[in-house]
């Protein structure tokens, strides 16, 4: 199991399930990262894509303790949920369990943060119990970014109402949602910062102590590949072109900088440092 140290925070991943993504013309998860293109970066290999040129690609959560915080950032999909991402299958994954591992339990997590409420990062806001959805962590604030949630209440898409429906609205039915700002201070140690584009409310996750740095960067990124590449946006990113131009805001800021970039949907080892690659960037791992 994964794990950083941040100064006084530590940083563990949860893995809920790992998967490689073969390049598809016709539904391209990214549209230009053929296997061709992707040859051209060779520090993507061998740990963030196959020798066939599929992406490498992971759905974990991240567990962050500071002092006095026990913090869960992203839920993944989730259990008993048939979701279109799958295939409309329900998963049953031994997440909770890998999670105990860890040394958590769902009653001792202080906090959650979703980075934005799609599918694969609300899902285990709640678990099935005798026929309903409950808070799977029952002690804990979950912490909703304000514009996010008023963005997707708003959305008609049916896929999104039936994830708010079984994944967020019965976390404010227990009244345990707190609707926070994009820029929020969780912790001394710990502050969200609004990263837009894939979303419109869309964070990633600050930590700095003891004079160390880390981002956790939700979906600003989905892979590797676009440190060398900001411009190249999924399809379905809320705002391709501002999306591309945040990551490479962010990539300017942190490129050469020590701070620690953890990738919430990087495959191992998720975690490495942003470097200056001519006019774009390389992603280091030790």
């Not at 799977?136 to 604030?141: E, H, I």
């Not at 008023?150 to 994830?163: K, L, R, V």
């Not at 079984?166 to 994009?182: H, N, Q, R, Y």
């Amino acid at each position: 199991m994964l794990q950083w140290k941040i100064g006084s925070v530590t940083v563990t991943r949860v893995v809920e399930l790992e998967m490689p993504v073969p390049y598809d013309p016709v539904h391209p998860f990214l549209r230009e990262a053929t296997p061709e293109r992707l040859r051209e970066m060779p520090w993507l290999y061998p740990h963030f894509v196959t020798e066939e040129g599929h992406l490498k690609l992971s759905i974990h959560a991240l567990v962050v303790r500071a002092p006095g915080l026990t913090l869960v950032v992203d839920t993944c999909v989730g259990n008993d949920k048939p979701r279109t991402l799958m295939g409309g299958v329900a998963l049953q994954t031994a997440f909770l369990e890998s999670l105990s591992a860890a040394g958590v339990t769902p009653e001792s997590v202080d906090a959650v943060v979703c980075t934005h409420l799609h599918v694969d990062h609300v899902g285990w806001n709640t678990r099935l119990q005798d026929g309903r959805w409950v808070p799977t962590f029952p002690n804990a604030r979950y912490l909703i970014g304000r514009r996010e949630y008023a963005h997707w209440s708003e959305e008609g898409d049916p896929d999104q109402q039936a994830i708010l429906a079984d994944s967020v609205k019965p976390i404010f039915d227990a009244g345990l949602a707190t609707l926070v700002e994009m820029d929020h201070r969780i912790s001394p140690e710990i502050s969200l910062m609004p990263t837009p584009g894939h979303t419109p409310g869309h964070v990633s996750v600050l930590i700095e102590s003891q004079g160390e740095r880390a981002l956790i960067t939700g979906d600003m990124l989905h892979h590797p590949c676009q440190f060398g590449h900001p411009e190249w946006s999924p399809p379905f990113d809320s705002d391709p072109q501002a999306g591309a131009g945040m990551r490479r805001s962010v990539m300017e800021r942190v490129a050469g900088e020590p701070v620690l970039v953890i990738g919430t949907h990087f495959a191992a080892p998720t975690a490495g440092h942003v470097v200056r690659e001519g006019g774009a960037f390389r992603f280091e791992v030790d």
